[in-house]
């Protein structure tokens, strides 16, 4: 099957960008299809540290060309500054290489203005958005008002819809939060321009990634985010505001859905989550600092759109039985078993302890109010001492790492295909 979708079985952070860019060296497309700028996903080349927010991580393979397709919301000031920062560190970028979705919604900075206003406004239950303005980007678009990427075609009536949008939040603005937006016309002014200047990248990206499947070259679908946050599968409302799961790839890039082979789950070794929302398995004690990391190193579990700590937990198993199922997920990608070398014991849920019996698939659906209140019912394994960085055979694992290797394969239904161990390209064990 040509088509390789990327999902993340958890709550986003799961390393989808280390592992998408090494399936991309066998992809001649790589595409996004949902989310924005709230995503992060890091990729390490030998010194060089990319981190990327919108263009999809196969963009650092020369032979790849990047779409970022219809079911993205984009940020023209955010994604300019991604495109010079590829060029200045020696990636070609150029309309050959990058399509941007006509039908790609826009989000502009009153959008962040409202998302983070809004998000404040929630008090003790406030969501913890990465304050990019996702969700009312999302809502101008289902509201059927929203500017698209094609709107930026015609300069001039662009600028009449945005400054019509400029107002209109202006007014939300001053009316819920009563705080006013000064200078709008430079803002209007310079979003215009950084939004004029993608108009060469804007074409049918639909089309497009149609012609490369139909004549058998392999394209890869990059999801963002995870599960977990998907709007209708996740753990509602603390989720983000677009379909994360693999059923968003064939309505965000326009595709037929006969075109799914593979699709590749992508999980952490533990459990982390950024922003507020039930979280089972979470730990607060030192093994979660120990988890974490301090924040030196760039693996560390700090996000790399916010900087926040990330919450840390040990691998959920029923979740990740979820996420399998509702993305009809072929094999999974474990990813940061290294972190867990040295500690005498490792931990998996494999069920919920609900009112007084024990379940191995969610009882009452993916309900946020009574997650809060399961109980996680853990395995205890061996865990194994010395560093596993330089191992690249799966006979050289240590047996406690096989192990629990093979009771995640075990929990998930599916097999485990690649092991990393680090953040470098060869970091990497891949199994028959
Ligand atoms: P939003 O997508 O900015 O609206 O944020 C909604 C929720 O999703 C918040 O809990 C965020 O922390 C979380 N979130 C959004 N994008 C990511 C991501 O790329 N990784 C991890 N969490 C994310």
């Known amino acids: 099957m040509p088509l390789t979708i990327v999902i993340g079985t958890q709550w986003g952070d799961e390393g ?7 399936l991309s060296a066998e992809a001649q497309l790589v595409a996004r299809y949902s989310g924005g700028d709230n995503a992060g996903h890091t990729v390490t080349v030998g010194r060089d540290i990319f981190k990327l927010h919108q263009i999809p991580s196969g963009i650092i393979h020369a032979h790849t060309v990047s779409v970022l397709g219809n079911g993205m ?3 023209p000031n955010t994604l300019s500054a991604e495109i010079d920062l590829l060029t200045q560190n020696g990636i070609h970028v150029s309309p050959q290489r990058l399509a941007i979705s006509h039908a790609a919604h826009l989000i502009t900075p009153m959008h962040r203005l409202l998302d983070q206003a809004q998000d404040e406004a929630r008090g003790a239950s406030k969501i913890g958005t990465t304050g990019r303005g996702i969700g ?3 809502v101008d678009k289902a509201a059927r008002r929203g500017l698209r990427a094609q709107d930026i075609l015609d300069p001039a009536s662009f600028r009449e819809k945005l400054t019509a949008h400029v107002q209109d ?3 939300q603005m001053q009316l819920f939060f009563g705080s006013d937006v000064t200078d709008e016309q430079s803002l209007i002014e310079e979003y215009a321009a950084k939004a004029i200047s993608l108009a060469p990248y804007i074409r049918d990206t639909g089309a497009l990634v149609r012609d490369y499947l139909s004549r058998g070259m392999h394209v890869l679908a990059e999801g963002a985010q995870g599960t977990l946050l998907d709007l209708d599968q996740g753990t509602y409302p603390y989720v983000t505001s677009s379909c994360t799961t693999a059923a968003g790839v064939f309505s965000g890039l326009g595709i ?9 789950g992508i999980t952490k070794a533990f459990q982390t989550r950024v922003g507020s929302g039930p979280f089972p398995t979470e ?5 979660a600092g120990r988890l974490r990391g301090s924040g030196a190193n760039p693996w560390d579990e700090f996000g790399t759109t916010t900087g926040r700590p990330r919450r840390v937990g040990w691998l959920d ?3 990740l039985r979820y996420a399998v199922a509702v993305n009809g997920v072929s094999e999974l990608a474990l990813t940061k078993l290294d972190i867990l070398s040295g500690f005498s014991v490792i931990k998996i849920c494999t069920a919920y302890r609900v009112r007084g019996k024990d379940y191995e698939a969610l009882p009452d659906g993916l309900q946020t109010q009574q997650m809060q209140t399961y109980q996680p019912v853990y395995e205890e394994l061996h865990g194994w001492e010395g560093d596993i960085r330089d191992v690249r ?9 096989q192990q629990y290797v093979h009771r995640i394969a075990q929990i998930a239904g599916v097999p485990v295909r690649m092991v990393s161990v680090g953040p470098e390209r060869e970091q990497v064990i891949y199994l028959a």
Do not use: F, M
């Open 256 to 264: 037929g859905v006969q075109q799914a082979g593979r699709v590749v």
């Open 393 to 401: 055979r799966w006979e050289d694992l240590p047996s406690q790492a």
């Open 169 to 171: 939040v202006k007014r």
């Open 73 to 75: 919301v984009i940020n």
């Open 16 to 22: 989808k960008g280390r592992i998408v860019d090494l």
């Open 136 to 138: 009312p980007a999302y």
């Open 317 to 319: 198993g029923v979740l």
């Open 283 to 287: 730990l607060l004690d030192e093994t």
